[in-house]
């Protein structure tokens, strides 16, 4: 089946706009998650959703950042104000609950942006 | 602050040879440990998951879980060039579905 989507692949911006980035989860997969991979660092983590419950927004840097997930599927990460610093890879993942009780996490292709 | 330690590398090994990439962590109550492996410029794929103390084999791929000394392990057995990536740890934060990761170690293994 197909796996997680993002898009866009590479998006370039100047510094002060705001932008949006879309997660399209594996089909059935009730959790989703955003990381970000900045160049030579390990992935951070950024918010979760389970279902219907409230997002986990821990990981979230500061105000300007904010996601949404519409009807338990598709995410959305919006970006406000975008400064040089956030530049990025940005990754979504998906999982279910494995027999185990443990999420194993799929990874999307990401999506690669740029701050001028 | 929940943190999960690798060494950088690179970690250099010949065709053949047994690679062993390394991964300390220190929440202690976690109980769910997975390896990705991930290429330059692509996102991270998921090799091994490891949640019981002790080893766990997949072909090539064994994972050593020792929950007391919070230690993780991936050994890679007759390397090959297309092994060469960096391969990310990454734990299961207790009471979460969240993970933490560390940096990665990058291996090449040379021909």
């Known amino acids: 089946g197909a796996g997680v989507s993002q898009s866009p692949s590479n998006k370039v911006t100047e510094k002060g706009k705001d932008v949006e980035l879309r997660c399209d989860p594996i089909?059935?997969?009730?959790?989703l998650y955003w990381y970000r991979q900045s160049l030579g660092q390990g992935l951070e983590f950024l918010i979760y959703?389970?279902?219907?419950?409230?997002?986990?927004k821990s990981g979230l840097p500061s105000d300007r950042f904010s996601a949404e997930r519409t009807g338990g599927s598709v995410s959305t990460l919006t970006i406000q104000r975008t400064q040089q610093e956030d530049s990025a890879v940005y990754l979504c993942a998906s999982s279910s609950t494995s027999v185990q009780g443990t999420d194993t996490q799929y990874f999307g292709p990401g999506t690669r942006l740029t701050v001028l | 602050q929940k943190e999960v330690e690798q060494n950088s590398g690179p970690l250099s090994v010949p065709e053949g040879a047994i690679a062993s990439l390394n991964c300390t962590y220190s929440?202690?109550?976690?109980?769910?440990f997975f390896w990705y492996r991930q290429y330059s410029g692509k996102s991270p794929e998921l090799i091994m998951s490891i949640y019981s103390n002790g080893d766990k084999e997949d072909g090539r791929f064994t994972a050593q879980l020792n929950k007391a000394s919070q230690y993780v392990s991936l050994l890679i057995r007759d390397s090959q060039p297309s092994d060469s990536a960096t391969y990310l740890c990454?734990?299961?934060?207790?009471?979460?579905?969240?993970?933490?990761f560390g940096k990665g170690t990058m291996l090449l293994v040379s021909p």
């Open positions: 959703f389970q279902g219907n419950s409230a997002p986990d």
């Open positions: 990454a734990v299961m934060n207790s009471g979460y579905s969240t993970l933490t």
């Open positions: 929440d202690r109550v976690s109980q769910s």
């Open positions: 089909s059935g997969h009730t959790a």
